[in-house]
């Protein structure tokens, strides 16, 4: 019997390596580099704990206010205290926005603030509450400024546009409430 040529075993291809996919989030390239983007972020983080315990602030005598004045204050300090809650949330999409974590904590809130939380003023106080919201709009107003020069040295302009908005809000409440006491 004549021998038959034994067949060849088909060739095995080897498989090829592929490069892995691409699958987690590109480093952030926006431009700015990473400490400066720290820098304006960790700016941002106090401003937007000024912004919410001056806005808890303005909520809590919006509640207590008594006497004389208090159709007017209870209708002033909710105008402020509605648009204070809704700014709140660009800032804090301004840090994420940078890489950064949003503070979001009342422990954080009281360790970044440069605002005191407020202690118990009687309703019937109602200037007192009104000179506490001057300082506090007035506080706000200069963190703005600070993290607006921070932000315009980085290059950073949808900040320096953000703090420069809050700045003409707040100077416009602290003109308001100072007038009040005048
Ligand atoms: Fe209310």
Not at 23 to 37: C, H, L, N, V, Y
Not at 162 to 175: D, F, G, S, V
Request: net charge neutral; hydrophobic share 40%; charged share 25%.
């Amino acid at each position: 019997m004549a021998k038959t040529k034994a067949e060849k075993p088909a060739k095995v291809e080897k498989p090829t390596k592929t490069p892995p996919a691409e699958t987690g989030a590109p480093q952030i390239d926006i431009g700015i580099s990473t400490s400066e983007r720290r820098k304006v972020a960790d700016g941002l983080s106090n401003f937007l704990a000024d912004s919410y315990t001056l806005y808890l602030k303005t909520h809590n005598f919006h509640w207590n206010v008594t006497g004389p004045m208090f159709n007017s204050l209870h209708v002033m300090f909710e105008t402020q205290y509605t648009e204070a809650w809704t700014a709140l949330d660009a800032v804090a999409e301004r840090i994420r926005a940078l890489g950064y974590r949003a503070p979001g904590s009342y422990a954080e809130f009281v360790k970044l603030s440069s605002i005191s939380d407020s202690e118990a003023v009687d309703g019937t106080e109602w200037r007192e509450m009104v000179r506490q919201l001057v300082v506090g709009n007035e506080a706000v107003c200069r963190t703005a400024r600070k993290v607006l020069k921070t932000a315009d040295s980085a290059g950073d302009d949808p900040t320096v546009d953000l703090m420069t908005q809050r700045l003409n809000i707040h100077e416009k409440n602290a003109w308001m409430l100072r007038s009040l006491l005048a």
